[in-house]
């Protein structure tokens, strides 16, 4: 009896370690990113290292979020900006073809079907790192050298492979009576995607266009590639070189690091489960 | 009726290609062309100028990049980066995953703080960890050194390039379990109830019921999450170069070769090289591991 007790009692303590130790690792540079962004630049050089300055929770300030946010000290809405503009079109185009490609790929019969389908899982094969040579050679050779839209097609066509594999695997989901209901009565096929298909997916495709978002918002490598100008700069390379200037303050840094990652972090956990799904669907057999 | 749904058939032919068209010019021309391109690129050298020339030198490139000891050196990094990230995410990952497939209070929090990592952006994680890899001030230099006493003296762990390999494999590590985690998580869900349930009544302990039920179930899993995640750290640059300037991994090399040196017909060999290595790997790993 008290041995089962013990047995029970040390495994719960385990279970427990176990998500404490977890949550820690997760959690950390979290927790230092939000410190340092609240430290004046002398609080951040302590040894041993601390969280809270030595004066304690009253001597944090929010000085580096008024400084990031005023444009005239620092340039974070305008490269905040950039990368929404960047993000948002590529995600949207991107999503809009998907939706047609992945309803082809899901719903209709034709020869050649499993060929494109096959070049699409090919492009997994490859990553951005091998085309910055020859895209770079093409946009400079086309004049489109430090434009944005250099950028979002670029971004388009890193997101929209994920995109349609994620949407094909959401469309095969739905039941296709409903569908075939609207078809006979005398809907068209095309009629049938917007009234039926989109409709009914509408969470899916909204986690498809933010998983979009998120990458494109991610991209450093091409950015870094294609923009000259510090005026086109999205969040990635804006703020990395600032890194590299005078201007640098390590709690500005992380206070415009906080505000970077917070809108994204809200967005991921909203669709985290209709993402996860879209994503492992293949993989779960 | 019947002639209309025969209609359809016949239509859907031209439809089908039709709404893929757009997507496949794009991911035709702006990936399988490039990469056509690169591969004739590799053979050339590129001078850069007002216009843009290409002289074929055949194979001198790969002599070159083969001979060069640099070149080597790269592709022994990217290949202990690459086998050590995603063994230890995956690993990770893996106790998340038998974690939080328990039922307890918080276990939405908790889930969404683990996925924290890989849903924030990297250039604002990297500032955290640059901090955190400070050599004076640094929190894991003062955990090594004065909590564990692993090490005698503080390390400067992103300027020198021994180390910065340790410090890339961990913070990508870090960065990316929770895709582990997500797909592993959404996999153990998936096993009957009635298999843990079966093993109960027989008494297995913890480890009988991980070796014998669920380790079982996993495989196909974890060996898809080795294959992905290996491609995906083999061309890995922006969690590696913005971190530190100091692991000449080979995306790095060829970033380098292409933009500071301005040599983009080799900066194609390099890459195309990468590529055909990769072939071989996924070749090789379809036909061993995955068994197809």
Redesign the interface.
Known sequence: MVDKFFKKLSKKVG?LI??FT??F??????V??FF?SLKTERQ??????TLIPEGGITELTLENYINVLNPEIFPFFRFFGNSFLVASISAFVAVF??I??A???AR??????KF?QR??IL????????????????V??VNLANTHFALI??Y??QV??VS?YMLGNYFRSVPYEIEEAA?IDGCS?IGAIFRVVIPLSKPAIIAVYIYAF?IS?????FAS?FLRSPSLHT??IG??QL?YTEHFV?GR??AA??L??LP??IL??GV?KYM?EG??AG??? | MLKKIIN??E???Y???F??F???L??AG??????L??FY?SFHE?IIGIE?SYVFVGLSNYIDLLTDSGFWHSVYLTLVFTFSTTLISTI?GF??AL?LN?K?KGRFL?R??????Y???????V???R??FHP????FN?LLT?VLGVIPEPIAWLEMPRYALIAVIVFNS?RMF?FAF??LI??LQ?IPQDHYDAAKVDGATFWQRLRYIILPQMM??IA?IFL?RG??N?????EI??LTRHLNV??VY??RT??SQFN?GM??TI??S??LM??GF?ILYIKKVLKW
């Open positions: 279970f176990g998500i977890l949550i690792i997760s959690g950390f540079p979290f230092v990113m340092s951040q050089y302590t040894f041993p290292p073809l998907a047609f490609g309803y082809s790929f209709l019969r034709y020869s050649g079907r494109l070049s699409i492009v997994y094969m490859f990553g951005g790192i091998l085309l910055i040579v020859p895209l770079y050679q093409i400079v050779s097609l670029v388009l066509m929209l492979p349609l078809i096929r998120m918002w991610n991209e450093y490598l590639i969040l990635p703020l990395e890194f390590w840094m992380m690091s906080i970077t990652a994204i972090i991921f956990l985290e996860t994503l492992t993989s779960l057999k | 359809l058939f239509k859907e032919k439809l089908g290609w709404l893929i757009p997507s496949m794009i991911i702006l990936i399988f062309y490039p990469v391109y690169n690129l590129v843009m990770i106790f998340a974690l328990n307890f908790v969404g703080i683990v996925l924290f990592p849903a924030a952006p990297v250039i604002s994680l500032f955290a960890w901090y955190i004076v001030f640094g929190q003062y004065s870090w929770p997500l797909m959404a996999r998936a196909f899993v898809t992905l491609i995906w083999i061309y890995k640059f922006g170069w913005l080979l995306s060829a970033y292409a933009f983009q900066a194609a890459t195309t990468m590529f990769l072939l996924i």
